[in-house]
């Protein structure tokens, strides 16, 4: 299947939409869409996995653990692994670091070693990190931390920020370790993201949906699908002032390389 478009960052594993799953598949087929279904812990990770299985002409997987979803589970290296070596898994994550209701130096060393451990996989089974960094009310903190681990880290995986919503230094970090950056369907209804989206490369960006969250206009308010991302994907053309099937070309290009899907 050619894929014109690719999300690369939804949750076809969660309810609603897995209920639904049947019906959203035969959306993405009939507008040629694929997208990677996301793990936040063990179990929505081997969802997801069985997913991209089931559906292998639409679905890919991504297998990890969120660093603020799932408190209560604890990363098992080898059973992450044996998930991740499968043909289907084309990242490790979401993971990363999360500050935004929770600042204590407890939560902030967990999540940490846990994003070690996801970093260790990714080089392991070489693949790519999908990062989740959400600072804590106006700053920057979770991106530069997880900035300063990976600039130590020798022989770091390729990482794509998800949901980024970063600013322009914090972008050309990123840019500096050779990083690409996803955005969702806020970048319809918002003009917060329009000065870093123009500033960066388009070979740099990604489109996503996080579906069943964030809705893009014209939806906003409705439950997130994943083929929902031509409307993030039209927002992105009209900032960077190109040709709208242009943006559509290169952006799954750039999906296509990062993640090394096959069509």
């Known amino acids: 299947m050619k894929y014109t478009y690719i999300d690369i960052h939804s949750h076809l594993n969660l309810s609603p939409l897995y209920e639904r799953r049947e019906e959203i598949v035969v959306l993405l087929r009939e507008k ?3 997208t990677i279904t996301i793990g936040t ?3 929505t990770s081997q969802k997801a996995v069985d997913l991209a299985h089931e559906y292998p002409d639409v679905l890919f997987a991504c297998v990890g653990l969120h660093p603020a979803d799932n408190a209560e589970e604890i990363f098992d290296m080898d059973v992450y692994e044996a998930l991740a070596r499968d043909g289907k ?4 994550g979401e ?6 209701r929770d600042q204590s130096e407890e939560n902030k060393t967990r999540q940490n070693e846990i994003f070690l451990q996801h970093i260790a996989l990714a080089q392991k089974v070489q693949k790519p990190l999908m990062i989740h960094a959400r600072p ?4 920057m903190d979770a991106y530069e931390d997880v900035l300063t681990i990976l600039e130590s880290t020798e022989d770091y995986p390729r990482v794509n920020f998800h949901f980024f919503v970063g ?18 369907g806020p970048i319809t209804f918002s003009h917060d993201y329009d000065e870093v989206i123009a500033f960066l490369p388009i070979e740099s960006i990604m489109a996503e949906t996080d579906a069943p969250f964030a809705a893009p206009a014209p939806y906003r308010g409705k439950t997130c699908e994943p083929w929902m991302v031509e409307e993030i994907i039209a927002r992105i053309a009209e900032i960077k002032q190109l040709p709208r099937e242009d943006v559509v070309r290169i952006l799954t290009a750039n999906a296509l390389r990062v993640f090394a ?3």
């Open 41 to 43: 812990d063990l179990a």
């Open 89 to 92: 898994v084309v990242a490790i």
């Open 167 to 184: 600013d322009i230094p914090i972008a050309k970090r990123i840019l500096s370790i050779g990083g690409t950056m996803s955005f969702d």
């Open 261 to 263: 899907l096959t069509e």
């Open 136 to 139: 804590s009310k106006g700053t």
């Open 32 to 34: 040629n869409v694929a």
């Open 95 to 100: 993971c990363g670091l999360d500050y935004f």
